[in-house]
């Protein structure tokens, strides 16, 4: 089932509502979240935030969280509804968390997919194996890929920005965006959200993704 968190600015708590009640809520006044895929499956991983933005061209801040797929049938987030994206955040290397982010980001040119080093450099070995799979499915059932090998060199080019554990990221809408070490594997990372409402209030949101607190022969566990 589909649902919705939402910010409630009067007792600074997020709610979470039924899917088919998120429309009314209005994402240029409340923060709210989204669950694209993997809500309630494992697969196809994919979390849209929206904050509030007054003044910009939709009236929030367009944020997603991962774009994974399906581990099955290769399926994809369901992204209906979702009519722009400022920002896409890659949290690791898992295949149900990154593998069709290419395609998200070619469908949203615009936006700036921020992640780390140690992410990028597993995802694009990923990315560039997953066209292999991808192309068998289409001789067998049709399907084009969902990306080229020129959407992941574009946007490895024009739309990634690594960052490194820790370090805070000034985004619009007075929010800002701090990635700390998750300890899930290799380059993992959170997200922790702050933006500042003024007249002294503020709404975090602390996104975990997958995590590990156990520190492991490589990497150290989450903080």
């Not at 089932?1 to 009640?21: C, I, S, W």
């Not at 895929?37 to 994919?46: L, V």
């Not at 920002?87 to 936006?111: C, G, Q, T």
């Amino acid at each position: 089932m589909r649902t919705v968190m939402v910010f409630n600015k009067k007792t600074g708590l997020m709610k979470m509502v039924p899917a088919q009640r998120w429309p009314r809520y209005n994402p240029a006044l409340h923060a709210s979240f989204v669950a694209l895929g993997g809500g309630d499956e494992i697969g196809k991983s994919s979390y849209w935030y929206r904050f509030p933005w007054p003044g910009s061209k939709y009236g929030y801040l367009s944020v997603i969280i991962d774009y994974g797929m399906h581990p099955h049938n290769g399926g994809g987030p369901n992204i209906q509804g979702v009519d722009h994206v400022d920002f896409v955040i890659a949290s690791h290397a898992h295949a149900d968390h990154s593998v069709r982010i290419p395609e998200l980001a070619n469908k949203f040119p615009e936006a700036v997919v921020y992640t780390t080093q140690e992410t990028l450099e597993m995802c694009f070995i990923q990315w560039k194996d997953s066209l292999s799979a991808f192309s068998r499915k289409e001789r067998t059932t049709g399907e084009k890929p969902p990306y080229t090998a020129g959407d992941i060199q574009r946007m490895v080019k024009e739309q990634v920005q690594v960052i490194p554990f820790w370090h805070r990221v000034e985004l619009p809408a007075n929010v800002t965006m701090l990635p700390p070490n998750a300890g899930h594997i290799l380059g993992a990372m959170s997200s922790f959200f702050v933006q500042d409402l003024g007249i002294g209030k503020k709404c975090s949101v602390f996104h975990s993704s997958d995590f590990l607190f156990d520190n492991q022969n490589l990497i150290p566990g989450a903080p």
